[in-house]
C-alpha cells in the first residue's frame, strides 16, 4: 500500500469511528455489518471495508471475498455514500448493504435544511441590521443637529447598509442552490 492508500485508508476508518462516537444509529449498522466485507475500487485503487467486533479496518487486501463491491470515481462514490444520488458506480453483490452504508455515510444534517437554516438565520440578521440601522439614524439625526456627527453617522450608515446588502446577496445564492 502506497502513501496515499495508506492515508485514504486511515482517513476512511479515522471517519466511521468518528461517526459510530456520535450516532448510536450508526453504531448500529456498524454493529449489524459485522463479517461483512465492502470492497471500494476507486480509479484503479482497491480498499476493503471489514466490520468487526463494531468497528470498521480498512485494508488494502483481504483474504474474505466482498459482500459488496463498489467501483467508480472518488466523486461518484462520494455522491452514492453520502446523499445517496444517483451515480456512475457499479454495484456487485448484496444492494441491501449499501443502505447500511449510506446510514454510516450520511451527513447528520441534510443539505437543503442547512440551506434553509442558514436562509432564515441570514434574513434575521439582515432584518436586525435594518432595525439597527434606522434606530440608530433616527437617534444621531434627531438628538445631533452637529453638521460634522451627522456626516460621520451617515459614513456609518453607508458601511452598514454595505454590509445588509452582503447579506441579502448571500441569501439569494442560497436562495438559487
Partial sequence: MNIVQSTAASALEAAI?????????????????DGKVIELCIDDSRMSILFEDGGARVS????????LSLRGSV????????SNQESSV?????????QSLHKIFKPSIEPLEFA????????????TARS????????????RPDHSQ??????????LRNMVNNLEERIKTLEER
Fill in 17 to 33: 469511528r468518528a461517526r459510530i462516537a456520535i450516532d448510536p444509529q450508526a453504531r448500529d449498522t456498524v454493529r449489524d455489518l
Fill in 60 to 67: 488494502q487486501r483481504t483474504d474474505a471475498s466482498p459482500d
Fill in 75 to 82: 466523486i461518484d462514490i462520494s455522491k452514492l455514500l453520502l
Fill in 90 to 98: 457499479t454495484v456487485e453483490g448484496d444492494g441491501e448493504l449499501l
Fill in 116 to 127: 434553509e437554516r442558514a436562509k432564515a438565520t441570514a434574513e434575521y440578521g439582515v432584518a
Fill in 132 to 143: 439597527t440601522l434606522e434606530g440608530l439614524a433616527s437617534e444621531f439625526t434627531g438628538n
Fill in 150 to 159: 451627522v456626516s460621520e453617522l451617515t459614513s456609518q450608515v453607508a458601511e
